[in-house]
């Protein structure tokens, strides 16, 4: 997105977000584009604009008398924009009305520039649960044994085990920093900078032992980056994703395979193996275990598989009996 010219009152907005509510900078930009998108459309609506001259708009004079003259069936319209001319999924809608939510209410309790929060009826869109897509236990060994083959397969291996055995996110992964391990423990610092200890067990302390001695000096600034490129800088999760890519190409080919994915693999089989929701809550970093409630899941084959073993399965009535 190209550079855009923000009022003071999206700025002020943004700089609120991540001082003090600790939202990363990444959620930090999403809500940008959303509330860019959203003043660029009432302003065409109003201007009589096309839809498709709408990046060209300005929102830089937007001022909050241009707000208060919002109305709730002004943003159904933006969301039916949305819906119809932007083909955003429900996914996609439900984060601009947390955006919308989140600003409106910022600008009425924070800094009582606004009566009314408009957004509070703003209904969010339903998603449909989705179950969590991860690995097999056998195509988990797979993907792994072919880590072998890589160049750098010491690092790469250290990052899969890493991801397979902490169900760390990629973000988090990339953010380990070389003090961020104390013997066993490793201090992780997840979303909204929050910080939680998991423990390493042995595949993760063999893996950086065997890694370490290979690492790459790092020659970027700050602190010191666990995982380094072969170019001596830290890992973005672009690279770590490309990777995981990479990997699965060569092997399992399996359709869309990120390390979101391997997250979910680890906590899918932490659950199978016992793990306590509670646990796992703290192990993933979840702030709701209504999160970490989606790898409660079992599969469809187990199921079945209970079905057929029930003993009453066995009972078969007799055709000339009758009930």
């Known amino acids: 997105m190209a550079q855009v010219k923000l009022p003071k009152i999206i700025k002020d907005f943004l700089i609120y977000l991540t001082t003090i509510t600790g939202k990363s900078q990444r959620t930090r930009k999403e809500y940008e584009y959303d509330l860019i998108l959203t003043f660029r459309f009432l302003k065409a609506v109003q201007e009589d604009i096309p839809n498709n001259e709408i990046h060209t708009i300005d929102i830089s004079d937007m001022t909050i008398d241009f707000i208060k003259e919002i109305s709730l069936e002004d ?25 919308l939510k989140s600003f409106f209410k910022y600008l009425k309790g924070k800094r009582r520039l606004i009566d009314d929060n408009i957004a509070e009826e703003l209904e969010s869109p339903k998603i449909g649960k989705r179950k969590p897509v991860y690995l097999n236990m056998e195509e988990a060994k797979t993907f792994i044994i072919s880590i072998e083959d890589r160049q750098y ?21 990339c953010s380990i920093n070389i003090n961020s391990i104390q013997g066993r423990q490793l201090t992780v610092i997840g979303k909204g900078n929050k910080e939680r200890t998991v423990y ?35 890992f973005t999760r672009q690279t770590v994703a490309k990777i995981v890519k990479q990997i699965n190409k060569q092997t399992l080919q399996k359709e869309k395979l990120t390390p979101h ?25 979840h702030s709701s275990v209504a999160t970490t409630q989606i790898y409660t899941h079992i599969e469809d ?13 066995n009972i078969i009535m007799s055709t000339n009996e009758s009930i």
Do not use: W
């Open 75 to 99: 943003l159904y319209l933006f969301m039916e924009y949305c819906e119809v001319q932007r083909n955003n999924s429900p996914a996609a809608r439900a984060r601009k009305v947390a955006t």
């Open 301 to 313: 084959e187990q199921i079945q598989d209970v079905m057929q073993k029930n003993p009453f399965n």
């Open 261 to 285: 994915k391997l997250r979910h693999t680890s906590a899918t089989m932490m659950y199978k193996a016992g793990a306590d929701i509670r646990s796992l809550q703290h192990i993933l970093g």
């Open 200 to 234: 390493l067990n042995d595949t993760c302390m063999t893996a950086l032992e065997h890694y370490l001695p290979e690492r790459k000096v790092f020659k970027g600034e700050g602190e010191e980056p666990l995982f380094v490129s072969q170019k001596g800088t830290r």
């Open 153 to 173: 397969s010491k690092r790469d291996y250290c990052m899969m085990m890493f991801f397979l055995n902490l169900g760390i996110r990629v973000s988090e992964l």
